[in-house]
């Protein structure tokens, strides 16, 4: 099963930026390797539902973006050391929220297609 742990959430202030990772284990379902998954970011604000925020298609590195970040969120991946990066820059108080990486086997933005799951990781933005 694919295990995921993200990182490097925190407080900073507006107009600041962040660097989150999400570091992938375990086995890949059935025989799925790792080059077979989409891998996306997503928050959830309190009393929110959760939101699609970026995705990267593993193998092909194309990368798609909620219109609210984007041009301020990158995402990326090192395949050597199976891990994915959301870089944050010029954040809003709005963008206070738990972060979470997960894996999936389509490229959507829907959470429900992703089938793993980190443990999520608090970012907040002051004003």
């Known amino acids: 099963q694919v295990q995921l742990v993200e990182s490097g959430g925190g407080l900073v202030q507006a107009g600041g930026s962040l660097r989150l990772s999400c570091a992938a284990s375990?086995?890949?379902?059935?025989?799925?390797?790792?080059?077979?998954?989409?891998w996306g970011w997503f928050r959830q604000a309190p009393g929110k539902e959760r939101e699609f925020v970026a995705r990267?298609?593993?193998?092909?590195?194309?990368?798609y973006y909620a219109d609210s970040v984007k041009g301020r969120f990158t995402i990326a991946r090192d395949r050597a050391k199976n891990t994915v990066y959301l870089q944050m820059n010029s954040l809003k108080p709005e963008d206070t929220a738990v972060y979470y990486c997960a894996a999936g086997l389509r490229n959507d933005i829907r959470p429900t297609q992703y089938a793993n799951w980190g443990q999520g990781t608090q970012v907040t933005v002051s004003s």
């Open positions: 990267i298609a593993w193998r092909a590195e194309n990368t």
């Open positions: 375990g086995r890949t379902f059935g025989d799925y390797v790792w080059d077979d998954y989409t």
